[in-house]
């Protein structure tokens, strides 16, 4: 079966930088997009980044300028490099992805979470 497992998350102090992973595995075809969103206690999720098919990209406002997101078909792999956190990005960050898989018409996948924890 298709699995996301994401990596990265930690504590760190309000400034700071975390690189999140999320690595892909099982039998996929194509990678149409993959993402980050996260979700803070009591809100509801959010998109934070996504990058296309083609390498475009897009950000929530609140990270723009901040977050980087990247991705290494090779390794079905996709980065957030995430500079001057701050606490407001304290959250439980998962990986998303749109993928084409062999032998079922499902699309979207999550990975289980991985928590960012920004102090002030």
């Known amino acids: 079966q298709v699995r996301l497992v994401e990596s990265g998350g930690g504590l760190v102090q309000a400034g700071g930088s975390l690189r999140l992973s999320c690595a892909a595995s099982g039998s996929i075809l194509r990678i149409n997009a993959m993402g980050w969103y996260r979700q803070a206690p009591g809100k509801q999720r959010e998109l934070v980044a996504v990058?296309?098919?083609?390498?475009?990209?897009n950000y929530a406002d609140s990270v723009k300028g901040r977050f980087t997101i990247s991705r290494d078909n090779a390794k079905n792999t996709v980065d957030l490099q995430m500079n001057s956190l701050k606490p407001e990005d304290t959250a439980v960050y998962y990986c998303?992805?749109?993928?084409?898989?062999?032998?079922?018409?499902?699309?979207?996948?999550w990975g289980q979470g991985t928590q960012v924890t920004v102090s002030s």
């Open positions: 990058i296309r098919s083609g390498s475009s990209t």
């Open positions: 998303h992805a749109d993928l084409v898989v062999l032998g079922t018409p499902m699309y979207d996948y």
